[in-house]
């Protein structure tokens, strides 16, 4: 049986997590403090057992005091080039969304990965 490459992304993901806290010399229970999340959800994140919204991106790239946009990078919401990545979703939603003015990079971002999480 082969794996959802979503899955796959959420795992490498939450390594990355992990090896960025290692190099910072964090503890768990440090970047839970840092980040205002709980030791056992920033252990199920380093597990590959959650999704992350990019709130909590948000908050765990501010306590590494990394930028936000490498962890959108490793979640595979945008590609090198800073753009919001499509997956496998219908090109005309994708269109739709990217193309919307009223939405800002992070409203695109999250809509984005919500329509590839249902189109999958």
């Known amino acids: 049986?082969?794996?959802?490459?979503w899955a796959g992304q959420v795992e490498a993901l939450g390594r990355f997590i992990h090896s960025q806290r290692k190099l910072a010399k964090l503890s768990l229970r440090e970047l839970a403090s840092l980040s205002d999340l709980s030791n056992a959800?920033?252990?199920q994140l380093e597990r590959g057992l959650h999704e992350p919204s990019i709130r909590v991106?948000?908050?765990?790239a501010a306590a590494l005091e990394i930028p936000t946009e490498t962890l959108?990078?490793?979640a595979g919401l945008f590609d090198?080039?800073?753009?919001?990545t499509t997956?496998?979703?219908d090109g005309s939603a994708v269109?739709?969304?990217e193309a919307d003015p009223n939405l800002t990079?992070?409203?695109r971002a999250a809509l984005l990965a919500i329509y590839r999480g249902f189109a999958d």
């Not at 049986?1 to 490459?5: I, K």
């Open 1 to 5: 049986m082969t794996q959802d490459p």
């Open 57 to 60: 991106l948000r908050q765990v």
């Open 95 to 97: 269109e739709a969304i």
């Open 87 to 89: 997956g496998n979703a």
């Open 80 to 84: 090198d080039d800073g753009e919001p």
């Open 41 to 43: 959800y920033l252990s």
């Open 72 to 74: 959108l990078r490793q």
């Open 105 to 107: 990079d992070e409203q």
